[in-house]
């Protein structure tokens, strides 16, 4: 789940976060509804990170594709039920599908990393 503070906070739109199934657009009216729409189509969606390899991507690493920045990690920890890290970072829309390859620049250490669900 998105954390305020982490993955939104008041310039990031919950539906960037992936809470469109709180945010009930057709409703007449709500507070915020208007800057919502104010902000137009999606810039940036919230996905999660399956680490691959050693070390953890904590808040605002910064999430690359052939050496272009295309978002930052908002959080991350190991997964013990899993085995292995996870984190989630908000990334330009267009590079957030299933199974994107990207890297992380954890404390200056580029880390492959393959995006699962979120």
């Given at each position: 789940?998105?954390?305020?503070?982490?993955?939104?906070?008041?310039?990031?739109s919950p539906?960037?976060?992936?809470?469109?199934?709180?945010?009930?657009?057709?409703k007449?009216?709500?507070?915020?509804?208007?800057?919502?729409?104010?902000?137009?189509d999606?810039?940036?969606?919230?996905?999660?990170?399956?680490i691959?390899?050693?070390?953890?991507?904590?808040?605002?690493?910064?999430?690359?594709?052939?050496?272009k920045?295309i978002?930052?990690?908002?959080?991350?920890?190991?997964?013990?039920?899993?085995g292995?890290?996870?984190?989630?970072?908000?990334?330009?829309?267009?590079?957030?599908?299933?199974?994107?390859?990207?890297?992380?620049?954890?404390?200056?250490?580029i880390?492959?990393r393959?995006?699962?669900?979120?």
């Amino acid at each position: 789940m998105p954390l305020y503070g982490h993955e939104m906070d008041d310039t990031i739109s919950p539906l960037e976060t992936g809470l469109e199934f709180a945010v009930k657009m057709e409703k007449e009216f709500f507070i915020g509804k208007e800057g919502i729409l104010e902000r137009g189509d999606l810039k940036k969606n919230r996905i999660g990170l399956r680490i691959t390899g050693r070390g953890i991507a904590r808040e605002h690493c910064p999430v690359y594709i052939d050496n272009k920045q295309i978002g930052v990690t908002t959080s991350g920890t190991h997964c013990p039920y899993l085995g292995h890290p996870v984190a989630m970072a908000l990334l330009d829309v267009e590079y957030t599908r299933i199974g994107t390859q990207v890297e992380i620049d954890v404390r200056e250490e580029i880390k492959t990393r393959n995006k699962d669900k979120k």
